[in-house]
């Protein structure tokens, strides 16, 4: 199937980008269905936000206990009463894995 590149309308900015056949090729293999919503500015943009990557944005951290070794520690999501929180090494530890 031969792709043609299409001109989309960002979802966040309203600005035109195109959505080359590359990419549109590279969908389909990867069983992507729908068209980006978004230009590629503002997908990277969204995604430094999400991660906390961005320069302005620090991820918010939650006081927490370790429910293993009763360090205080630092998590990154609000604890909730009733779920066990670990510090890093304990935490490490309880997935099996070697502390770092």
């Given at each position: 199937?031969?792709?043609?590149?299409?001109?989309?309308?960002?979802?966040d900015?309203?600005?035109?980008?195109?959505?080359?056949?590359?990419?549109?090729?590279?969908?389909?293999?990867?069983?992507?269905?729908?068209?980006?919503?978004?230009c590629?500015s503002?997908r990277?943009?969204?995604?430094?936000?999400?991660?906390?990557?961005?320069?302005?944005?620090q991820?918010?951290?939650?006081?927490?206990?370790?429910a293993?070794?009763?360090?205080?520690?630092?998590?990154?999501?609000?604890?909730?009463?009733?779920?066990?929180?670990?510090?890093?090494?304990?935490?490490?530890?309880?997935r099996?894995?070697?502390?770092?």
């Amino acid at each position: 199937m031969a792709f043609e590149d299409k001109t989309l309308v960002c979802r966040d900015c309203g600005n035109n980008f195109v959505f080359t056949a590359g990419e549109q090729e590279f969908y389909q293999q990867r069983g992507l269905q729908h068209e980006p919503a978004r230009c590629p500015s503002c997908r990277a943009s969204r995604r430094r936000t999400r991660t906390g990557a961005d320069g302005d944005t620090q991820r918010v951290m939650y006081p927490a206990v370790c429910a293993s070794c009763g360090k205080e520690t630092q998590v990154p999501f609000q604890p909730r009463l009733g779920r066990p929180v670990y510090c890093s090494d304990c935490f490490a530890t309880v997935r099996g894995a070697q502390p770092q």
